[in-house]
């Protein structure tokens, strides 16, 4: 079966500008998290959604945003685009989200550049 | 303390040698842990889950968990230049919500042919 699915892959923006990100799970699976992975920071956590809700949010400004739609795609917004915004997006999904047994299958990311 | 705590490398190993990737955790409620694999420039694969005290072998690799210790490792065996990459260990760790996957920050693994 088709595993996540993130677009765009690629994607240069310019300081000050607002990005959005989009990502399919896997069919079947309810829970998508967002990642941040920059070289010097490795895999930080934005947030996780399940059945359109925000279940968690880490540690990260009110820039970055997310949402998730009834059949469990999941967007990702980052507005006023800052130089250090730039970074690997990942995109994660899972069955259920909160089982000691669940699994996060990723997605092949986004890169997003802000000059 | 972090959560979840790997030596950043890089490991080093010869060809054909075992590479031994270590990962503690702080919660000891922690569930299940996770290795995944990552190529530079790619997304994070998935190589091994394990729940369970004890060892678990899949292939060249084997995982390894010591709930009491709080330690989780991975052995790859007959390392290969294709291994390269950096591996990173996934703790699922208890919260007020039900379970969440935190990562550790990856130890990057050189296999010289």
């Known amino acids: 079966k088709a595993g996540v699915t993130q677009t765009p892959r690629y994607l240069i923006k310019t300081r000050g500008q607002q990005v959005t990100l989009s990502c399919s799970p896997i069919s079947g699976h309810r829970s998508v998290s967002w990642y941040q992975q920059t070289p010097g920071q490795g895999l930080q956590f934005l947030f996780e959604?399940?059945?359109?809700?925000?279940?968690n949010k880490g540690n990260f400004p009110g820039r970055f945003s997310g949402r998730q739609f009834s059949n469990s795609r999941s967007e990702m917004n980052v507005s006023t685009l800052e130089l250090g915004d730039s970074a690997l997006y990942l995109c994660a999904s899972s069955l259920a989200g909160t089982g000691h047994g669940n699994t996060i299958y990723f997605g092949e990311g986004s890169w997003l550049t802000v000059v | 303390q972090k959560e979840v705590e790997q030596n950043s490398g890089p490991l080093s190993v010869p060809e054909g040698a075992i590479a031994s990737l270590n990962c503690t955790y702080s919660d000891r409620g922690s569930q299940s842990f996770f290795w995944y694999r990552q190529y530079s420039g790619k997304s994070p694969e998935l190589i091994m889950s394990i729940y369970s005290n004890g060892d678990k072998e899949d292939g060249r690799f084997t995982a390894q968990l010591n709930k009491a210790s709080q330690y989780v490792s991975l052995l790859i065996r007959d390392s290969q230049p294709s291994d390269s990459a950096t591996y990173l260990c996934a703790v699922n760790t208890p919260y007020t919500g039900g379970f969440k996957t935190i990562f550790g920050a990856g130890t990057r693994l050189f296999v010289k042919a």
């Open positions: 959604y399940f059945s359109e809700t925000q279940r």
